[in-house]
């Protein structure tokens, strides 16, 4: 290690980088060269399988404009998987128009538990399972083509959770409060039956959150207060490979 700093500030992250790169540059010529090894070993208790042919979404959480109009640019990025059965299964062959249809319950705790978190400011753990006090995502069909279904989803998310009075090591201070979200979803999707994939994800999670956690930096804005949550197919960039951060042992359960 060069050189290690755990913040958000940029002027002091900036120094440690510039810290590092001079003890680079003082290494002595002689060093041995670090022993690196072309493969490691995937630690069995995380899911890391990338879902090859399912459906893949971006997830970007950021803070709504609130009634004085200000808004925090803040913002952060997470991705949900979803394997090519999981995929499938969220469209019925055979859907027709007009036809209205809920969504596997696997679809709306993993989109709730693991996605829609507080983590527009810093780091967050999941939800627990009796966390998700009320939860549906419907799909509607709108229009039904050979080679194209487009859909539309709406559904609700209420979720509140009790504090785990962890400390923040940095800090010292134990900042945990009970959190809660209450979020209202709405959407576009479009489905190829041919080639039975997803075309298009386009959603959003409104609604209002409060509470803070040990990580996610809400100790002087505890709310309520609005934030949002945007959902959209991930690209083929390597970077949208990026595993869920919340991925476990359990993540497909």
């Not at 041995?32 to 970007?60: F, Q």
Request: charged letters at 30%; aromatic letters at 10%.
């Amino acid at each position: 290690m060069l050189g290690s700093i755990n913040t958000r500030d940029a002027a002091p992250l900036l120094e440690v980088l510039e810290q590092s790169l001079e003890r680079w540059r003082k290494r002595p010529d002689s060093s041995d060269s670090p022993d690196i090894s072309e493969t490691y070993p995937v630690d069995p208790r995380l899911g890391w399988s990338y879902p090859e042919n399912g459906l893949v979404l971006k997830v970007t959480v950021r803070d709504l404009p609130r009634n004085s109009g200000d808004v925090d640019p803040r913002h952060n990025i997470d991705f949900a998987w979803f394997t090519k059965e999981e995929a499938l299964s969220l469209v019925p062959e055979n859907a027709g128009h007009g036809q209205t249809f809920r969504a596997p319950d696997f679809f709306t705790r993993r989109l709730a538990l693991n996605q829609f978190i507080d983590t527009a400011r810093g780091q967050s753990h999941g939800w627990k399972d009796e966390d998700l006090k009320d939860g549906e995502i419907s799909l509607t069909v709108e229009t039904v083509q050979s080679d194209l279904v487009r859909l539309r989803t709406a559904g609700r998310i209420h979720l509140e959770g009790e504090p785990s009075f962890e400390s923040n090591p940095h800090s010292g201070l134990t900042v945990d409060k009970p959190r809660g979200l209450k979020l209202d979803l709405y959407g576009r999707l479009a489905y190829d039956p041919i080639r039975r994939k997803f075309k298009a994800f386009d959603a959003v999670a409104t609604g209002d959150r409060w509470g803070c956690t040990t990580y996610n930096v809400r100790f002087d804005d505890p709310g309520p207060a609005p934030i949002g949550f945007a959902l959209e197919l991930a690209s083929d960039n390597p970077i949208d490979r990026t595993p869920p951060a919340s991925i476990r042992r359990n993540y497909f359960a």
